[in-house]
């Protein structure tokens, strides 16, 4: 299934039923007085994220989603029909923003979280509700509310816990196979990656990351060259970036340091919230360096570079030093989920302190006879 990230779609709330104009007509009851009743309310549209969805493939040829119409009020005191409401699924992930202004509505990150994107409209009033002690027979009613309307643009943000950025060829494809369930393509040209590729590392039995493997960047990937700035938005949910170096260009006039900073670069123009995320660098395709030069290169490589991060040397291709670097993202992952965990929990104890801190003698809190 192709990898959707991007749609623009356009939600109708259903419109009001009418209310009804009407009188009572049974034998018996000469002045029987105004029973219409009221129109039902039209069908809202619903955003709710789905984990089991992980692509708006869905909303790509389905462009127009219309809520039906409430039906309108009758004779006899009964109520038109509601509409029922239209629950749109979409992944987890998705950024929801009104296409004509720009304002993001809603941001789906959480499983079975609700959002209303076009809310239907309200029924009419039949003649019932005009009933008074001096308009005894009234004829009014009201036409219901049209639901609203509105186009809007559908992002995903991939979630996964560790992003994988790099030049074209850099090896991320290779390295996300080598440690997960994910099978890209791999070839020995550029851009073989077309889209966002995720997979689970199973560290072991009950321990487990999903890395996401984004598209190679170029300089000038922010104005929009190459395809990289297209999923730059993806590396924004990622807690962790493996920022993947070739230290084993196949042409020589390449520099890998001069590549890695105009990569930096391009993430500075972009956003600079990825700059600040927490950055590791990984040095791949150290087998097609000579055993020799290695450590010359790595500490040439980090001394031009300017990095002051965690710095790991790999071969994605013959499994050199991967399962070291796997061990170390999980590592990394369970103290920052603890540290999150402290930080709830101290928050949380504050604020019973707080409430515990109030004075019953305060006059403010005394309970006025």
Do not use: C
């Given at each position: 299934m192709k990898f959707i990230d991007e749609a623009k779609i356009e939600v109708i709330g259903g419109d009001g039923g009418n209310g009804c104009a009407s009188f009572c007509r049974e034998k018996f009851r000469p002045f029987g007085g105004p029973d219409g009743g009221d129109g039902g309310k039209g069908g809202s549209i619903w955003a709710v994220a789905d984990r089991n969805?992980?692509?708006?493939?869905?909303?790509?040829?389905?462009k127009v989603h219309r809520g039906k119409d409430g039906e309108s009020g009758r004779g006899a005191d009964c109520y038109g029909?509601?509409?029922?409401?239209?629950?749109?699924?979409?992944?987890?992930?998705?950024l929801i923003i009104d296409d004509l202004s720009g304002e993001i509505l809603a941001d789906l990150t959480e499983h079975g979280?609700?959002?209303?994107?076009?809310?239907?409209?309200?029924?009419?009033?039949?003649?019932i509700h005009f009933k008074t002690s001096t308009n005894r027979a009234p004829r009014q009613k009201t036409e219901g509310k049209e639901g609203e309307r509105r186009d809007i643009r559908l992002e995903l943000k991939v979630l996964a816990d560790v992003g994988l950025l790099g030049m074209p060829n850099a090896g991320k494809s290779t390295f996300i196979s080598?440690?997960?369930?994910?099978?890209?393509?791999?070839?020995d040209y550029p851009f073989t990656t077309?889209?966002?590729?995720?997979?689970?590392?199973r560290v072991s039995h009950e321990k487990s990351f999903v890395i996401a493997d984004i598209p190679g960047l170029i300089e000038g990937a922010s104005e929009g060259a190459g395809l990289g700035h297209q999923f730059l938005r993806h590396l924004q949910r990622t807690g962790l970036l493996l920022?993947?170096?070739?230290?084993a260009p196949f042409e020589t006039d390449v520099d890998p340091v001069k590549e890695a900073k105009a990569l930096v670069n391009e993430l500075k123009?972009?956003?600079?919230?990825?700059?600040?995320?927490?950055?590791?660098?990984?040095l791949n395709k150290l087998d097609m360096v000579p055993e020799a030069e290695r450590v010359k290169r790595v500490k040439d490589f980090i001394k031009k570079f300017g990095f002051k991060g965690p710095v790991f040397e790999i071969s994605a291709l013959s499994h050199d030093g991967t399962q070291e670097l796997v061990n170390a993202i999980q590592k990394h992952l369970e103290e920052k989920r603890h540290t999150e965990q402290r930080s709830e929990e101290t928050q949380m104890t504050e604020e019973a302190r707080g409430i515990s801190s109030i004075d019953p003698d305060d006059p403010r809190f005394k309970i006025l006879d």
């Open positions: 969805i992980n692509t708006l493939v869905d909303f790509r040829f389905s029909k509601g509409a029922d409401d239209i629950h749109l699924r979409m992944p987890v992930g998705t979280q609700m959002e209303l994107l076009a809310k239907g409209g309200e029924g009419g009033w039949g003649n080598a440690v997960s369930n994910a099978r890209p393509k791999i070839a077309l889209h966002p590729n995720l997979g689970v590392v920022h993947i170096v070739d230290l123009k972009y956003d600079e919230a990825l700059v600040d995320k927490p950055r590791w660098l990984v």
